[in-house]
Nanobody, 115 residues
Framework: QVQLVESGGGLVQPGGSLRLSCAAS????????MGWYHQAPGKERELVAA????????YPDPLVKGRFTISRDNAKNMIWLQMNNLIFEDTGVYFC????????WGQGIQVTVSS
């Protein structure tokens, strides 16, 4: 496992942008997939973006396609989530995750989209 620490959350108006960062305590070069999960208030945690070790990205949530971009730097042991054109539904806690064995999770960071 690795320790994951998220940063970059906060309060933003609809249409605004935020960039979440996730710093790992160790090398991520051999971690096959890392991703960002979103847990809206009162709802289950859901995957919004994932990125493979080779940079291949996937966005299972149709609500974020075209608005969110996940990136990864194996040399810096970090991943990011660029969130643009934020909407109210993006509000919630965002978790960084890594497919280590067992999985590694960050503590989560709050994003609030509000006017």
């Amino acid at each position: 496992q690795v320790q994951l620490v998220e940063s970059g959350g906060g309060l933003v108006q609809p249409g605004g942008s935020l960039r979440l960062s996730c710093a790992a305590s160790g090398s991520i070069a051999n971690i096959e997939v890392m991703g960002w999960y979103h847990q809206a208030p009162g709802k289950e945690r859901e995957l919004v973006a994932a990125i493979a070790y080779n940079g291949y990205a996937n966005y299972p949530d149709p609500l974020v396609k075209g608005r969110f971009t996940i990136s990864r730097d194996n040399a810096k042991n970090m991943i990011w989530l660029q969130m643009n054109n934020l909407i109210f539904e993006d509000t919630g806690v965002y978790f960084c995750a890594a497919t280590t064995s067992p999985w590694s999770w960050g503590q989560g960071i709050q994003v609030t989209v509000s006017s």
